[in-house]
């Protein structure tokens, strides 16, 4: 297995499974313009997300040319209870099967995706829909967060007049 450096992250995902190629690299997640809209950049924060992969070519390990992706990434977020910046960690892991059609002997198995052979596979584009889906739909901090509360101009609930009412029966 030898290390391939690639600039722009393009492979012919094909001849990398059937080589047996590796890339390994790091990036910053602001080089991915759909990825960074949902995250909460800043110039501070900015130096400190990062996103990590390995990717690796295989012809042995199911029989037919495979790529393996593992993502490992700090991403900032807004925490939706307290409505402060937090980072995410987020490690994934990936198999794929390469084929111009859909692999029925593994239909049934969900740790195993497809992906269409590709003269030109972006690599960057892969991870960063993989980072997409991967992201929580409303990340909270796990633990030392209190609920954004309304300080000033913080009007009662409406239902608890009706609650009032009800005990008077």
């Not at 290390?3 to 001849?15: A, F, G, Q």
């Not at 690796?56 to 939706?80: E, Y």
């Not at 980072?131 to 913080?154: D, W």
Request: hydrophobic content about 40%.
């Amino acid at each position: 297995m030898r290390n391939t450096l690639i600039n722009n992250c393009i492979i012919n995902n094909l001849e990398f499974a059937q080589k047996h190629q590796q890339i390994a690299d790091n990036f910053a997640p602001i080089s991915l313009d759909r990825l960074a809209q949902t995250l909460a950049l800043t110039a501070e924060n900015a130096p400190l997300a990062s996103i990590n992969f390995t990717i690796t070519g295989d012809t042995k390990r199911f029989r037919q040319p495979s790529l393996h992706l593992r993502i490992n990434s700090r991403l900032p977020v807004i925490c939706q209870r307290c409505l402060e910046e937090m980072f995410v960690d987020i490690a994934l892991k990936f198999d794929y099967l390469l084929s111009n059609s859909q692999a029925e002997n593994y239909e049934d198995n969900d740790e195993i995706d497809w992906l269409e052979i590709n003269a030109e596979m972006d690599v960057r584009e892969l991870i960063e829909d993989e980072l997409l889906l991967a992201l929580p739909i409303a990340p909270v901090h796990e633990a030392g967060c209190s609920k954004h509360s309304m300080q000033s101009g913080e009007k009662p609930n409406p239902f608890a007049v009706l609650k009032s009412l009800k005990r008077l029966k």
